[in-house]
């Protein structure tokens, strides 16, 4: 009778999911030359090869793409029946995955991962952070970060954080030099910095103003795809930045940057935690939706 262990399953599904070997190891704990004579090993006993293997790529086989579809849903039932049956324990620990926009990921540091790590200790909270929107739950994570626009519909999404803004911003010497633009429009004589999308597209900044809506695609010497970049390079002058306010906020109050247009840019929802309906909250996962759904009640009752 052939037997199969949950670590070699497991195992597959990783490999499955980064078409990496290396990541794969990483992200379940143990080497890569063990994850590999794992998978090999497993590949001998079903008598069929689940990956092809090259030096530069690993992807699934017909059957590996059978394998890991029929034994994905089984092993998420088996993975959330052992976080029930220990959901009794008086502390919550072991590793929640956070995946989030990198400056996502600030606003939330502060205000939310430090006090969670404060008061659960035996929980270690891996964030990962990337500009482009992935599916958690076939890249394994447990949680999402994410402006509240973006986060798919068949998500649970927990509001996180006041709504928010966007700022266009230059620096005092910049205005200096050239009038500050009175609207949209104006910005055709301006030098802008520039913002790429994940997807490696140009960003076209977004303004509106009683019910009128204006979409301007800027000029300007630097394209960029951080917001801290983009503040060095307005603070020096460079150009006008589009931004939100979350990220200019601290050069504003100290002067290093001006604001124009702020009635051009209207608020929106701001940042969303989000996670799967179907899933059982384990322990660890439910305390940090808790610590979210605190604070935003926290932050309510000041305003």
């Known amino acids: 009778m052939m037997t199969t262990g949950l670590t070699e399953l497991e195992a ?8 990496n070997f290396r990541s794969a190891a990483t992200q379940i704990g143990i080497s890569r030359s063990a994850l590999s004579h794992m998978v090999a090993a497993l590949e001998s006993r079903l008598g069929a090869r689940l990956f092809h293997r090259t030096t530069r790529s690993v992807t699934l086989t017909e059957a590996g793409e059978r394998f890991v579809a029929e034994t994905g849903p089984a092993l998420r039932d088996i993975r959330e029946a052992m976080e029930r049956l220990t959901d009794h324990q008086a502390e919550p620990s072991g590793t929640l995955r956070i995946n989030a926009s990198s400056g996502a990921a600030r606003q939330i540091m502060a205000p939310i991962v430090l006090e969670y ?25 447990d949680l999402g970060v994410r402006l509240a626009e973006t986060v798919p519909q068949d998500m649970i999404a927990v509001p996180l954080g006041p709504p928010q803004r966007f700022a266009v911003v230059g620096s005092p010497a910049y205005f200096a030099r050239r009038p500050k633009p009175l609207v ?12 790429r999308l994940p997807g490696g597209g140009i960003y076209r900044w977004e303004f509106e103003h009683r019910g009128e809506q204006v979409e301007i695609d800027g000029r300007g010497p630097l394209i960029l ?23 200019a906020a601290d050069d504003l109050a100290a002067g290093r940057l001006v604001r124009v247009l702020e009635d051009w840019t209207p608020p929106f929802p701001g940042l969303c935690l989000y996670y799967p309906g179907r899933r059982h909250l384990a322990a660890h996962h439910r305390s940090f939706v808790d ?6 009640r926290q932050a309510k009752g000041a305003t």
């Open 12 to 19: 597959v599904q990783a490999v499955a999911r980064h078409r």
């Open 291 to 296: 610590l979210v759904r605190e604070a935003a």
């Open 184 to 195: 949209p429009g104006d910005l055709a004589a301006h030098a802008c910095i520039r913002s």
């Open 117 to 141: 790590v404060r008061r659960h200790p035996l929980v270690t909270v891996d964030i990962v952070t990337e500009g482009k929107l992935v599916d958690i739950v076939l890249e394994g994570f």
């Open 225 to 247: 795809d951080d917001p801290m970049l983009m503040i060095e390079a307005a603070r020096a002058g460079v150009g006008l930045a589009y931004l939100t306010e979350w990220n």
